[in-house]
């Protein structure tokens, strides 16, 4: 054979071998096509047939997406929608259509317990769609991990957060509660406004950094106003404006430094604490980073481990703040329009706290007698519902309150609607902390009542929130008398989560 007919072979079966590829890829991705087509209509048949009622201002073909569209930023805002559609339909779902994603809200108890504990593995966290725009924070976390991962990564942290770390935050949250309280004094009878709000979020950010990472208040307040809370604002916006995730403007450049600045920072941090580790030399006071690399082995440490541990870092300064803040600004607000509770509470935070000399930290035995305080906390939480929706995605088919759910359906978890359950809650949108004092919510159940989330992805962090937040609570309201100083408080953010006051919460301090 000659050499030309040679190089025209292996010509031949050069192009063939191409073709043959790139048929198989364009057969690939027309195949999955057609599955992605077949699976949205087979949801479309089964949801339209299967007994859910189609929530409220559905419009043909765009669904509730332009109803939702024009509830961000004003009111009923996105999630009033949520929980007004989920209430109304329970005990059965609300069906609801955002843009072509076929979704259905619930807002009952029994539906809930489905979702989070009786049929847990096949309601997986919805990274693609509600999770997506907080994935530079919470990445592969412990709050959006599934399966073996998500069981190794809790049994670390919650070994981390054992009865040591609790009594560390008493002094911790005492210790900031004071630097506060030395602002506050300084502003005292002078009749000029500080926005509480704001304060009560650096405070926890300091809380929860020098909890996990030992930074000092001055080394938190130069890091996370300037890192983490823009990019948590950034976030949230792209939730309900997905657009300024792919739009190049000057802030989606900014954002990306900013994301990148923070995974260096925290990864320094790592890599310095590990070198410690591997030397000996062992932290005195060990903080929930320490704790964390101390289960893992010294073959494993790598960059993989860097990098989730950068995740879980970043996981707890969100869920280790942002709630705390809201929880606390809330409980004060509703405490200074309620007179008759805010005596109560601070009765006793003068019991409770009264009889400590100077310096003296309380114990969790005697913060446990702050029932009111507690009772005020959790109610603040109940009646805001910081976190007003969950998402999760059915894997397979089920059945909620009778109604059939196809596999691929997004179940939003409306939380507020849950809270705001007149049948469940009388008299829902009133400020009553009795509700919880003496065991009285236990009548309604555990999963009518939901702002830590319930069943096995319950919040590891809860006892640790509230534990720092009736410290700050019970001291600041027993040395200090709060007075409203702006006709714009109370008004809830229609686009931030957890739910923030609007405009601030102003006050003066008396």
């Known amino acids: 054979m000659s050499t030309a007919h040679v190089d025209v072979m292996r010509t031949t079966l050069v192009v063939v071998g191409i073709m043959h590829l790139v048929w198989t890829v364009v057969f690939e991705r027309i195949v999955g096509a057609l599955n992605a087509v077949f699976r949205w209509f087979r949801r479309e048949v089964v949801l339209s047939f299967g007994g859910a009622k189609q929530a409220a201002m559905y419009v043909p073909v765009l669904g509730h997406t332009v109803a939702l569209f024009k509830a961000v930023g004003s009111y009923p805002c996105t999630w009033d929608l949520f929980a007004r559609w989920g209430s109304s339909a329970a005990p059965k779902p609300a069906r609801v259509q955002i843009f072509q994603r076929h979704c259905v809200v619930i807002a009952d108890p029994d539906l809930v317990k489905r979702v989070f504990q009786t ?41 981390a957060l054992r009865i ?73 916006r792209r939730s309900l404006e997905p657009w300024r995730t792919y739009l190049p403007t000057a802030e989606w450049f900014a954002h990306r430094k900013r994301v ?21 030399a062992e932290n005195p006071n060990p903080d929930i980073l320490d704790r964390v690399l101390a289960s893992v082995d010294v073959k494993d440490y790598g960059a993989q481990v860097e990098e989730q541990m950068c995740y879980e870092i970043k996981t707890f300064l969100l869920a280790g703040h942002e709630t705390s803040a809201a929880m606390l600004i809330w ?29 003296q930290l309380p114990t969790r035995d005697e913060l446990a007698h702050l029932d009111y305080n507690v009772s005020a906390l959790k109610e603040s939480l109940r009646l ?22 196809p596999a691929g359906t997004t179940v939003i978890i409306s939380l507020q609607g849950v809270h705001h359950r007149e049948d469940l809650w009388p008299n829902p949108l009133a400020f009553e902390p009795e509700r919880f004092l003496d065991g009285k919510s236990d009548d309604v159940g555990n999963y009518a009542y939901l702002p830590f989330i ?24 027993k040395r200090f008398r709060f007075k409203s100083s702006s006709s714009k408080n109370g008004a809830k953010h229609t686009k931030a989560i957890p739910i923030a006051p609007a405009a601030g919460m102003w006050f003066t301090v008396e």
Do not use: H
């Open 119 to 159: 049929n847990l593995k096949n309601y997986k966290k919805d990274t693609e769609f509600s999770y997506n725009p907080f994935l530079e924070i919470l990445g592969t976390g412990l709050v959006t991990s599934e399966g073996e991962t998500w069981k190794e990564q809790r049994q670390r942290i919650s070994s």
């Open 164 to 236: 040591e770390i609790l009594d560390d935050i008493i002094a911790i949250a005492t210790r900031a509660v004071d630097r506060l309280s030395e602002k506050l004094e300084k502003i005292r009878g002078k009749n000029e406004p500080i926005e509480l709000a704001e304060e009560f979020r650096l405070l926890t950010l300091q809380v929860i950094a020098e909890a996990i990472l030992s930074l000092t208040p001055e080394q938190s307040d130069e890091v996370m106003p300037n890192l983490y809370l823009p990019i948590m604002e950034e976030c949230n």
């Open 260 to 280: 990148s600045s923070l995974n260096n920072y925290i990864i320094n941090l790592i890599r310095m604490r590990w070198k410690k580790r591997i030397s000996g």
């Open 331 to 359: 409980t004060t607000w509703e405490l200074v329009n309620n007179e008759d509770k805010m005596a109560k509470a601070v009765a006793e935070a003068n019991k409770v706290l009264g009889k400590l000399k100077p310096g």
């Open 384 to 405: 805001y519902s910081v976190v007003p929706v969950v998402t999760r995605r059915a894997v397979n088919d089920d059945v909620l309150g009778g109604c059939r759910i």
């Open 454 to 477: 319930q069943g096995p992805r319950n919040c590891l962090g809860q006892y640790l929130a509230l534990l720092e937040a009736r410290v700050v609570l019970a001291t600041l309201i």
